[in-house]
């Protein structure tokens, strides 16, 4: 499994209703967690850099590592610190406890064993600092095929963990109770988590803005946080803190 390969697409999709959610979502239930300004954040993974900017635009300090030049070069050096780098190779890119926030959003998904890499970005975070974790819902990986009428792989989503997204990529989902206790192991607790698409997943690439979409991020936003809503999202958004000394 990997990106590499999939810019140019995942640029397309940028301005589609379903990265407009996301992204909006995320930020917002960022907000509810970060510390006042300036803290140090990391985006590990940081693509086109949305969230980096949107850092970086709230006074914090901001560093975005990616592997890819092509999406690198869509961030305003002026605002973001870029570092060309596979993730693989983070640990040696910082030293341990160098950041309060650590982003690793739509990364996992792509990594057959994410373990080294979660213990990586574990031991960035500082002490009263946080790691942000946005991933596919495992939980509900037969919910897109099912609604779709696909059933051949609704049932295939029920007896694994793997599925082709609409990148046309092979990639993986986590359990959130999985995840939580690989973050529990490497010293970080799960404070809080979300949802992420729980109505727009279906969505076709809408790039116009719908009239009513402050009213349709208004419902996504309050079902990422409601049960049992939450649970069935596209996508899962996880907290996971540690402990001050």
């Known amino acids: 499994m990997g990106f590499e390969g999939a810019e140019g697409r995942w640029r397309a999709g940028l301005g589609t209703l379903r990265n407009v959610v996301r992204q909006e979502l995320v930020t917002r239930q960022l907000d509810r967690h970060l510390p006042a300004a300036p803290a140090r954040v990391l985006d590990a993974g940081c693509g086109q850099g949305t969230q980096a900017l949107r850092m970086a635009e709230r006074g914090h300090d901001v560093t975005g590592v990616d592997a890819s030049r092509e999406l690198l070069d869509l961030i305003d050096p002026a605002l973001v610190r870029t570092v060309r780098s596979d993730l693989s190779g983070l640990s040696s890119l910082f030293e341990p406890e160098s950041f309060d926030v650590v982003l690793c959003h739509g990364v996992l998904m792509y990594l057959d064993e994410p373990g080294s890499l979660l213990t990586d970005l574990a031991a960035l975070v500082r002490p009263g600092g946080f790691l942000s974790l946005l991933v596919r819902n495992g939980d509900a990986l037969a919910m ?23 990148l046309g990529l092979r990639a993986r989902a986590d359990r959130r109770l999985d995840l939580s ?37 208004a419902c996504e936003e309050l079902a990422g946080r409601t049960d049992p809503y939450r649970s069935v999202a596209a996508l899962t958004h996880l907290i996971g803190g540690r402990q001050e000394i």
């Open 144 to 166: 897109r095929p099912g609604l779709m009428g696909d059933w051949q792989a609704a049932l295939r989503a029920f007896e694994g963990g793997h599925y082709t997204n609409r």
């Open 181 to 217: 206790a690989a973050l529990s192991a490497r010293g970080l607790e799960v404070v809080a988590w979300y949802g992420v698409r729980v109505f727009t997943d279906l969505d076709p690439g809408t790039e116009e803005a719908p009239a009513d979409l402050d009213a349709l991020i």
